[in-house]
């Protein structure tokens, strides 16, 4: 039961970021069935796997490994570096071998790749999801697949929070966590520990603050005027991510003009080595900070002081859709499918995607296992405790240079926190908005 309700709670929530872009995709194969049940051969197909995340390569090559043990088939992985899969995919797919496999982060990344997505209706793969919304549609095409459910919040060193005369419950709120914030800022050097872990800005943690950050006021602007997506954002929120920035910048283990060199491995080590008790990040670094001790760890909202924040819950979606390479051979199309179904149904594939040890992904598919990864059971509790989910507005952002010049912005208001600096920021978020979306 447990399980499930991750998933079943975002079934309504995934439906705007899902919306269909519309358009056929012209001159695609023929329907190929996944799933060595169907009667595809893929014996003499090959997988050519481009992975997003690089926090799982080392499971991935595994998996891979064991596919090819098990089935002789040849799967190659290939991990693009943090904050260079567009480029990586751009440059692989121009290739003679290109990628069988690959993904997009929703509607927006789908726009660009459309063209190159294999129809996977009626294949054994969707035949194994939970619900329909996981699907990622263009017009009747289904493109992409999604393969994990993520959620992120604040994770909390619970030992420490008590050494600073605090629990959980005291902190509902945005205005509860900039007071406790604050006060172990002030008695720093007596608690020997900061508030926050340092909000690195270089490309493997800016990630967690022009992406995952900037989806606080995009969620709440969109909540407020009844859409899931604009061409035109307001930044009607922009002061609250101002406020939840300073208290970040302000609060951490290091001085704010710091922040451009501190990296993701920096605020993973500051956080594991108790020198902060705050950690902005998701289920899927549950490996990188379980050393903490599962009776220490707890789980937050990204509060901002919008909305009804006592039922606030965390931030619960994907940006993580499989598709498949519509122009590779079509025994690589039906190993691809294969190895697709595999991942998902057998012992082993649901063991690496699912298992704490490993992955320790929440799927879509019908094959889900119960998480070992106790920040995936943190966030189930959140469901089952009735709040009300964030879902994941940030695929409906403009592109990846919209990303990287907010986070340039970011990164120069860190440095140099006056009114002028944050105009700065808020072109880069309403003015630079416009000016993708219209590309």
Same mark, same amino acid.
């Given at each position: 039961m447990k399980k499930r309700l991750l998933t079943l709670a975002l079934c309504?929530?995934?439906?705007?970021?899902?919306?269909?872009?519309?358009?056929?995709?012209?001159?695609?194969?023929?329907?190929?069935?996944?799933?060595?049940?169907?009667?595809?051969? *893929? &014996?003499?197909? *090959?997988?050519?796997?481009?992975?997003?995340?690089?926090?799982?390569?080392? !499971?991935?090559?595994?998996?891979?490994?064991?596919?090819?043990?098990?089935?002789?088939?040849?799967?190659?992985?290939?991990?693009?570096?943090?904050?260079?899969?567009?480029?990586?995919?751009?440059? =692989?797919?121009?290739?003679?071998? &290109?990628?069988?496999?690959?993904?997009?982060?929703?509607?927006?990344?789908?726009?660009?790749?459309?063209?190159?997505?294999?129809?996977?209706?009626?294949?054994?793969?969707?035949?194994?999801?939970?619900?329909?919304?996981?699907?990622?549609?263009?017009?009747? *095409?289904?493109?992409?697949?999604?393969?994990?459910?993520?959620?992120?919040?604040?994770?909390?060193?619970?030992?420490?929070?008590? !050494?600073?005369?605090?629990?959980?419950?005291?902190?509902?709120?945005?205005?509860?966590?900039?007071?406790?914030? =604050? !006060?172990?800022?002030?008695?720093?050097?007596?608690?020997?520990? *900061?508030?926050?872990?340092?909000?690195?800005?270089?490309?493997?943690?800016?990630?967690?603050?022009?992406?995952?950050?900037?989806?606080?006021?995009?969620?709440? =602007?969109? =909540?407020?005027?009844?859409?899931? +997506?604009?061409? &035109?954002?307001?930044?009607?929120?922009? !002061?609250?991510?101002?406020?939840?920035? +300073?208290?970040?910048?302000?609060?951490?283990?290091?001085?704010?003009?710091l922040l451009s060199a501190k990296t993701g491995d920096d605020s993973v080590a500051e956080f594991v080595t108790e020198q902060a008790v705050f950690y902005q990040n998701g289920t899927w670094a549950y490996g990188d900070v379980a050393d903490v001790g599962e009776e220490n760890l707890g789980m937050l909202p990204i509060y901002i002081g919008v909305g009804d924040e006592a039922n606030q819950g965390l931030c619960t979606g994907t940006e993580n859709y499989w598709c498949v390479n519509k122009n590779a051979s079509p025994e690589d199309i039906q190993a691809t499918l294969d190895f697709m179904y595999w991942c998902v149904t057998s012992e082993t594939g649901l063991e690496y995607l699912c298992s704490g040890d490993h992955m320790g992904f929440v799927i879509p598919f019908k094959g889900n296992l119960e998480s070992s990864n106790l920040l995936v059971n943190i966030a189930n509790d959140y469901v089952a405790n009735g709040t009300t989910s964030i879902k994941w507005c940030f695929p409906t952002m403009p592109s990846e240079e919209w990303k990287n010049v907010l986070g340039s912005a970011l990164t120069n208001y860190a440095a140099d926190q006056t009114d002028a600096n944050w105009e700065t920021v808020r072109a880069a978020f309403v003015d630079n908005w416009a000016a993708e979306k219209s590309k």
């Open positions: 309504g929530a995934m439906a705007l970021s899902l919306a269909a872009c519309g358009g056929g995709n012209s001159g695609s194969n023929p329907p190929a069935d996944s799933g060595s049940s169907d009667g595809g051969n *893929s &014996a003499s197909g *090959s997988v050519y796997y481009l992975n997003f995340k690089p926090e799982q390569d080392g !499971d991935w090559q595994a998996l891979a490994q064991a596919y090819t043990a098990e089935t002789g088939v040849e799967v190659k992985v290939q991990t693009a570096a943090s904050g260079q899969y567009e480029a990586t995919l751009m440059s =692989e797919m121009a290739k003679t071998e &290109a990628p069988t496999l690959f993904q997009v982060n929703g509607p927006v990344g789908l726009a660009n790749w459309k063209d190159y997505c294999y129809d996977m209706s009626g294949s054994a793969l969707a035949g194994e999801l939970s619900s329909d919304d996981f699907a990622l549609m263009d017009g009747s *095409s289904m493109s992409g697949i999604a393969y994990v459910i993520e959620t992120y919040g604040i994770i909390v060193n619970t030992k420490l929070l008590g !050494d600073a005369g605090y629990t959980m419950d005291d902190i509902k709120s945005f205005a509860d966590l900039k007071r406790v914030a =604050e !006060d172990i800022t002030a008695r720093s050097g007596e608690l020997g520990f *900061s508030a926050f872990t340092s909000a690195g800005m270089d490309g493997s943690s800016d990630w967690r603050f022009k992406t995952h950050l900037a989806n606080l006021p995009i969620y709440f =602007e969109y =909540e407020a005027d009844g859409i899931g +997506d604009t061409d &035109a954002i307001k930044g009607t929120y922009l !002061d609250n991510y101002r406020a939840i920035w +300073d208290l970040y910048i302000n609060n951490c283990t290091c001085a704010p003009t």
